[in-house]
């Protein structure tokens, strides 16, 4: 009964390799993010998207690259790997409510984590 | 930049101490202020901000808001060795994706 799951748990790979990490939530949210946080433990929001639109953070390289099959999943591709990309990454989603000003949008639920080394 | 600050980095107490964790912010167009708790995987929710004044409290653990400050604080009761986590301040603004920054975290220590 995960509410928000992650694939794989820890990926190790070469630098200049293509990967993905998968992300899953059966909380009915239609809102998804995901985050990355680096070795001195700051949590940076690097995507958020819903059916509607995507939001990049902007100091995001393009070779990172959400997918989203549908609205439970938003998968994280990175090609090209870098070592700079070792890091935990975090999914999460939220519940966006049409209308002005809902606060519960802001109440995120995040997986576990993936911890990337890069080598 | 940086839009949120907390403090101290870390701190460490003993069972029963009382601590208070301090976030300031900047924003532009503030909806909220949440705290998050993150042990040794993935943070977990603890409250969410909205109003100045009104406290919120579960448990050994409450928060409050001063929008005209612009920081909130979170305080932990009698504490237990269960509380050694890092404890994350996050604001959330009226922007496009409901993205929120976070702090840098308050690692606390709780020694027996």
């Known amino acids: 009964d995960t509410a928000v799951s992650q694939t794989p748990k820890y990926l190790v790979t070469q630098m200049g390799n293509d990967k993905s990490i998968k992300c899953e939530q059966n909380?009915?949210?239609?809102?998804m993010y995901w985050y990355k946080q680096d070795s001195k433990k700051f949590l940076k929001i690097m995507f958020s998207?819903?059916?509607?639109?995507?939001?990049i953070n902007e100091t995001v390289p393009n070779r990172f690259s959400p997918k989203s099959p549908d609205k439970a999943h938003l998968n994280l591709h990175i090609n090209s790997l870098e070592l700079g990309d070792s890091a935990v990454y975090f999914c999460a989603s939220s519940q966006r409510q049409v209308g002005s000003g809902s606060v519960r949008t802001d109440t995120q639920y995040f997986g576990p984590g993936t911890r990337l080394t890069v080598l | 930049e940086d839009k949120v600050v907390q403090s101290p980095l870390s701190l460490v107490v003993h069972e029963g101490d009382t601590v208070t964790l301090n976030c300031s912010y900047e924003?532009?167009?503030?909806?909220?202020l949440l705290w998050y708790k993150q042990e040794k995987k993935a943070p977990t929710f603890l409250f969410m901000l909205t109003s100045s004044g009104i406290e919120k409290k579960s448990g050994r653990l409450s928060s409050i808001l001063d929008k005209k400050e612009l920081f909130s604080i979170l305080n932990i009761t009698a504490t237990q060795t269960g509380d050694s986590a890092v404890y994350l301040c996050a604001l959330g603004e009226n922007n496009a994706g409901n993205m929120l920054t976070f702090g840098g975290g308050t690692r606390l220590m709780v020694k027996p």
């Open positions: 909380l009915g949210h239609d809102t």
């Open positions: 998207y819903n059916n509607k639109e995507l939001i």
């Open positions: 924003v532009t167009n503030f909806r909220s």
